[in-house]
């Protein structure tokens, strides 16, 4: 259904096409048969455009004299076909050619002046030809050109910029000079970048030169600190060493002290029970001495009461 529709199409615009340059129909025909494409512009515009980029066979010079003298020809497209300077002599009379498109043929500057007359002619495209400054010499005359496509051709920046200041509104793609302009200013962004980066790069080496120093004196402060503190922990391990043998001699000299305190409790318990035995002993001395004294004293009374009797 869809290749119906299409077809359908295609016989429509086709038809459009015959009937609009009813003069023309026979060198239509023969593009066609070439391998040629031929549509309307749009429905409302009966110019059309002619494609023969997409031929299955090889277009050459030939295969362009049926263009010979037709009208209202908007777009003609080349590309890639075989295509030489003779064979533009064809078109040099397709006034009414807007664009046109050379690309990837054998054109060079000898065809471009076959279409010098083709004053409305507003795009141009001769990339990858071997078109060179001589060619765009053709161009000057051609007042409504707006854009011309040089990638890949012999074209200098000097050329360029001679039809440049022939046609001012014409934009070449790619302007050499504008390239080489931006190509300057991106050098020279670059140089700029590459040179904030090399300071930025030597500041940053510089600060971490800066900060490796003052790490290293902060280590060497660190490592001296740390020394000290050793050395302090050695002193003071060595006096809690001395202390802790202090106080284990300490230790001994209390239980020695606790031993001969044990046993001087003891001599001392024993001195004062001797001590008791003896005021004991002395009181029953003392006693006995009363005693003794008592009856001393009595003896005596009975000795005078003997002698007073006596007498």
Do not use: C
Request: proline residues 1%.
């Amino acid at each position: 259904m869809r290749n119906m529709k299409t077809a359908l199409a295609l016989t429509f615009v086709f038809t459009l096409g015959t009937v609009a340059y009813g003069q023309d129909s026979g060198a239509l025909d023969k593009i066609r048969e070439s391998g040629g494409s031929v549509l309307e512009v749009a429905q409302d515009d009966d110019r059309i455009e002619v494609a023969f980029h997409l031929a299955d066979n090889e277009v050459n010079d030939d295969h362009l004299a049926p263009l010979a003298g037709m009208s209202s020809v908007f777009s003609l497209n080349l590309r890639g076909t075989a295509v030489t300077d003779a064979g533009l002599a064809h078109i040099a009379g397709l006034t009414d050619l807007v664009r046109l498109h050379l690309e990837k043929t054998a054109v060079t500057d000898a065809g471009l002046k076959h279409i010098a007359g083709l004053e409305n002619l507003e795009y141009l495209n001769v990339y990858g030809t071997e078109v060179t400054d001589a060619g765009l010499e053709h161009l000057k005359g051609l007042k409504n050109l707006k854009r011309l496509y040089t990638w890949q051709s012999k074209v200098t920046e000097a050329g360029q910029q001679k039809l440049i200041a022939a046609l001012p509104d014409l934009e070449v793609i790619p302007n050499i000079a504008l390239e080489k302009k931006k190509a300057e200013e991106r050098a020279k962004r670059e140089a700029e970048e590459k040179r904030k980066a090399e300071e930025e790069a030597k500041r940053k080496a510089e600060e971490e030169a800066k900060k490796k120093k003052e790490a290293e004196a902060k280590l060497k402060e660190a490592q001296a600190a740390s020394a000290a503190a050793k050395k302090q922990a050695e002193a003071i391990k060595g006096r809690v060493d001395s202390a802790k043998q202090r106080a284990a001699a300490a230790q001994e000299e209390l239980k020695l002290l606790q031993t001969l305190s044990q046993k001087a409790r003891a001599r001392a318990e024993a001195a004062q029970k001797q001590a008791e035995a003896v005021q004991k002993q002395l009181q029953e001395a003392q006693t006995k001495a009363e005693e003794a004294d008592k009856a001393a004293a009595e003896a005596k009374k009975l000795i005078g009461d003997d002698e007073e009797k006596k007498k």
